[in-house]
T-cell receptor, first 114, second 114 residues
Framework: DAMVIQNPRYQVTQFGKPVTLSCSQT?????MYWYQQKSSQAPKLLFHYYDKDFNNEADTPDNFQSRRPNTSFCFLDIRSPGLGDAAMYLC?????????????FGSGTRLTVV | EDKVVQSPLSLVVHEGDTVTLNCSYE??????LLWYKQEKKAPTFLFML????IEKKSGRLSSILDKKELFSILNITATQTGDSAVYLCAVEKYSGGGADGLTFGKGTHLIIQP
């Protein structure tokens, strides 16, 4: 089945130690998104790739970076995780072809910073 | 600044009751409004609404959009304990360059008591 896969499901990292979360998709969607969802809060968009074009939200900290080496994969890099970065990180995809499109979410990666 | 406001933030009802969840929004270049159900994992898609006054239904769930008054409601009839979840409302806007991702409300935490 076509889907969005996030690995790992749970990630524990040390304060200040770089960490990478991954997302892959078999939907051939051209847009990929990363959201951060802290406990009991709404998901918040960090950035998205429209094809190879990177679009950063204005309030996304510099500590967060992203890479999209090809259509299928997108990575979220946190250069120096702080305790406040503990959250669920959701990857989503969509296809924009001038039509209203839906979004498909992955199962998320829950990040713990110790 | 784009805003999506959901009410109530939490709701406790008994099995069999009917509930109405509200979502109001203020965004530029509105494209669509989406409802998601979230149960301790990634949000699962319920509805996408783009046109005013057209009710969408799926089993016991239904939703409608009012683009003049800038709000949407999600109705759940004959509630069951499996309906307990956080219901998220999100708005998609169009920037001309493609889908810009979703702006979420804080969600309504719905608890169905047996």
């Amino acid at each position: 089945d076509a889907m969005v896969i996030q690995n790992p499901r749970y990630q524990v990292t040390q304060f200040g130690k770089p960490v990478t979360l991954s997302c892959s998709q078999t939907l051939n969607h051209n847009v990929m998104y990363w959201y951060q969802q802290k406990s009991s809060q709404a998901p918040k968009l960090l950035f998205h790739y429209y094809d190879k074009d990177f679009n950063n939200e204005a309030d996304t900290p510099d500590n967060f970076q992203s890479r999209r080496p090809n259509t299928s994969f997108c990575f979220l890099d946190i250069r120096s995780p702080g305790l406040g970065d503990a959250a669920m990180y959701l990857c989503a995809t969509s296809r924009d072809a001038g039509l209203v499109s839906g979004y498909t979410f992955g199962s998320g990666t829950r990040l713990t910073v110790v | 600044e784009d805003k999506v406001v959901q009410s109530p933030l939490s709701l406790v009802v008994h099995e069999g009751d009917t509930v109405t969840l509200n979502c109001s929004y203020e965004v530029t270049n509105f494209r669509s409004l989406l409802w998601y159900k979230q149960e301790k994992k990634a949000p699962t898609f319920l509805f996408m609404l783009t046109s005013s006054g057209i009710e969408k239904k799926s089993g016991r769930l239904s939703s409608i959009l009012d683009k003049k008054e800038l709000f949407s409601i999600l109705n759940i009839t004959a509630t069951q304990t499996g309906d307990s979840a956080v219901y998220l409302c999100a708005v998609e806007k169009y920037s001309g360059g493609g889908a810009d991702g979703l702006t979420f409300g804080k969600g309504t935490h719905l608890i169905i008591q047996p």
